[in-house]
């Protein structure tokens, strides 16, 4: 059967299509206002590497290189992009802000070529969703500290930093209600279609019946 046939089904069944599609639609609409809103916070922040490394140190400075094995490493920088997401998004980091009052929803993707991490936060609020960008933001600072085992008796030119690139707070997010609404609403539409083509075979074997019993 092509598309024409399965308007004009539709068309010829109104009476009962029109108040399934118009009742759904309805319910797709209460169940999207019940959504809320999302707020979503945005960061790019990039891996430097050290301003000096141990190849540069003169020969009667002393470095123990055992401290910071990313500082030989012509890549760390990327490296370290990486491998600190990993630990940031583990389940007991997620659960550690959620604890704090805000959003285990964040993810952290690491560019393809450039040590550069993209960070996504989002939040019921838009202080949820700030608060966890610079969260995030943190931890990361952090966890880039903890793998190279900075202490203060390493100098801070090397040591790989973390520069925030650019920040964008707490944008409203209606994807996520689009989305559903998208989806009930084609289920909508399947069932209307449906409920037709039920009702047109349930008349065509009433027609039939009464065409039998008449001949007999």
């Not at 598309?3 to 004009?8: E, N």
């Not at 540069?56 to 012509?74: C, F, G, Q, T």
Request: proline share 4%.
């Amino acid at each position: 059967m092509d598309f024409i046939s399965v308007i004009g089904v539709v068309l010829r069944r109104w009476k009962i299509t029109v108040p399934v599609f118009v009742v759904g639609m309805a319910l797709v609409l209460r169940i999207a206002s019940g959504l809320g809103t999302e707020f979503e916070s945005l960061g790019t922040v990039i891996i430097l590497p050290p301003s000096v490394t141990v190849y540069d140190l003169s020969a009667d400075e002393e470095y123990n290189d055992e401290a910071n094995i990313y500082i030989e490493n012509p890549r760390s920088t990327r490296t370290l992009a990486a491998t600190a997401p990993i630990a940031v998004g583990a389940s007991e980091v997620r659960i550690a802000a959620a604890d704090a009052g805000l959003s285990p929803n964040y993810e952290v993707v690491v560019d393809d070529v450039e040590p550069i991490l993209y960070i996504t936060a989002k939040g019921e609020t838009a202080a949820q969703s700030s608060d966890t960008l610079d969260f995030v933001i943190f931890e990361l600072s952090r966890e880039l500290a903890v793998r190279q085992g900075v202490t203060p008796d390493i100098p801070a030119e090397l040591v790989a930093t973390m520069e925030v690139l650019s920040e964008i707070r707490a944008i409203e997010d209606t994807s996520g209600g689009l989305k559903v609404m998208g989806t009930l609403g084609i289920v909508v539409v399947l069932l209307t279609v449906m409920a037709a083509f039920v009702t047109e075979g349930l008349v065509d074997r009433m027609a039939v019946n009464r065409a039998g019993v008449a001949t007999a």
